[in-house]
């Protein structure tokens, strides 16, 4: 168990850029989330994979989000355009869930974006 | 109505005494209740979980959970200042909802 590995820890980039992270998930878990977290705040949910499918994505999601998981295994989280209000802390995290189990999420050290 | 409530704090208490942080939920359909620690600028670290009414105990750290009140709780005992951290509950029907987590500072 390797624990969540996510890339960058850190990203600046000037607004209306595009910017891209990526997570790895625990290998034997199944369901991979990302959450949006900013000073003050609890984690907030963006989205959720279960293997390859991506089964929610939260209502506060714009279109200038995206989020793939192809063949089950790492994550990327893709902002188009950013906004200066997109500056958080962007937390994937990972569980084994389904047929009876519910595991708790392990987190990733996250990413933190800053958006100049 | 936010779903998961959790008093911001900050909570403060001596070293050695008991700490006790508190969240209520919304969803009468939650199963699964967690508790993380969260140190500044880092992500959340699980210390407990809890999926019947009671408590549940793990060293210092007791989880105690009451679905009729829709409350679930964390109790510290003995607490060290390396117990200062955000205290954050999150609560599963189906995805995971954090509350905004509650500031415990344990002074020596």
């Known amino acids: 168990d390797t624990g969540v590995s996510q890339d960058p820890r850190h990203k600046i980039t000037k607004r209306g850029q595009n910017v891209t992270f990526r997570c790895d998930p625990i290998?034997?878990?199944?369901?991979l989330y990302w959450y949006r977290q900013t000073l003050g705040q609890g984690p907030e949910f963006l989205t959720y994979?279960?293997?390859?499918?991506?089964?929610?994505k939260s209502r506060l999601l714009s279109d200038r989000f995206s989020a793939e998981r192809p063949k089950g295994s790492f994550s990327t989280l893709e902002i188009q355009r950013t906004e200066q209000g997109d500056s958080a802390m962007y937390l994937c995290?990972?569980?084994?869930?389904?047929?009876?189990?519910?595991?708790?999420?392990?987190f990733g050290n996250g990413t933190r974006l800053t958006v100049t | 109505q936010k779903e998961v409530e959790q008093n911001s704090g900050p909570l403060s208490v001596p070293e050695g005494a008991i700490a006790s942080l508190n969240c209520t939920y919304s969803?009468?359909?939650?199963?699964?209740f967690f508790w993380y620690r969260q140190y500044s600028g880092k992500s959340p670290e699980l210390i407990m979980f809890?999926?019947?009414?009671g408590d549940k105990e793990d060293g210092r750290f007791t989880a105690q959970l009451n679905k009729a009140s829709q409350y679930v709780s964390l109790l510290i005992r003995d607490s060290q200042p390396s117990d200062s951290a955000t205290y954050l509950c999150?609560?599963?029907?189906?995805?995971?909802?954090f509350g905004r987590g509650t500031s415990l500072i344990v002074h020596p």
């Open positions: 995290a990972s569980s084994l869930d389904g047929q009876g189990l519910n595991s708790p999420l392990h």
């Open positions: 290998s034997e878990h199944n369901r």
């Open positions: 994979f279960q293997n390859e499918a991506q089964l929610e």
């Open positions: 969803d009468r359909g939650s199963q699964s």
């Open positions: 809890i999926y019947s009414n």
């Open positions: 999150a609560v599963k029907p189906y995805i995971p909802t």
